[in-house]
């Protein structure tokens, strides 16, 4: 099953270029006399990319329309933190850049395997991970991942907060667009991102590397 969601993904656009050749076909039967296959295949190119073209700019620009709602990340205060209580579905995985790659000596989180329970990540002086349980987060300053599903758009929020005074340091959002009503046609190639690491790396690492940002 998920082979089948990597091929459609990207060679669903394919399935137009059959659409596309039987419609020439048939407007050819129509009117064999009056149209070539040059010009039987730009009728159907106009018949079916005018409504296409048309939902995808729809569901395209309500996209961006919640890009603008979420606004740009912002650090409104930073702070110094050797670690970091992070509260994520993706701690003991992804999560983990935080320690590899972000500058934190430890973070402490849920403890997956015990429910209300918490431990400890840290790198030791191999540059390995341990791992500790441990009764309660001490961590002043939270990192919290948060994700959102909206109609054709996921948010994945970030926000870093103060436990103590329960400030809210800094936020940043990034929106991934599934192609909306024609993500079965267009596939891979109707999808989007904000921001985009291609098109604007710097907002995009301003997202990425929020917490280090502010607390590093």
């Not at 992070?86 to 973070?107: D, K, P, Q, V």
């Not at 870093?160 to 192609?179: I, N, P, Y």
């Amino acid at each position: 099953m998920m082979l089948f969601g990597v091929l459609w993904a990207a060679f669903a656009p394919l399935l137009l270029l059959a659409a596309l050749a039987g419609l020439a076909w048939v407007f050819r039967r129509l009117a064999p006399g009056r149209l070539g296959w040059r010009g039987a295949l730009l009728a159907a190119a106009i018949v079916l990319g005018a409504p296409l073209g048309w939902i995808w700019r729809q569901d395209a620009a309500a996209f961006q329309a919640l890009c603008r709602a979420e606004g740009a990340t912002i650090i409104r205060e930073k702070a110094q933190a050797d670690g970091i209580l992070l509260t994520s579905g993706t701690s003991n995985s992804f999560g983990m850049r935080y320690l590899h790659s972000e500058g934190f000596a430890w973070m402490e989180s849920n403890d997956i395997y015990k429910r209300g329970g918490f431990v400890r990540y840290a790198r030791n002086d191999k540059g390995e991970i341990t791992t500790t349980k441990i009764d309660a987060p001490t961590a002043r300053y939270e990192v919290r991942e948060v994700f959102e599903q909206k109609p054709n758009v996921g948010i994945s929020r970030t926000l870093v907060l103060d436990r103590q005074s329960g400030r809210e340091l800094a936020r940043g959002s990034s929106l991934s667009f599934d192609g909306g009503r024609l993500k079965w046609v267009f596939g891979a190639w109707g999808v989007g991102s904000c921001p985009s690491a291609r098109d604007d790396p710097a907002a995009f690492n301003a997202w990425y590397h929020l917490a280090k940002n502010t607390l590093r």
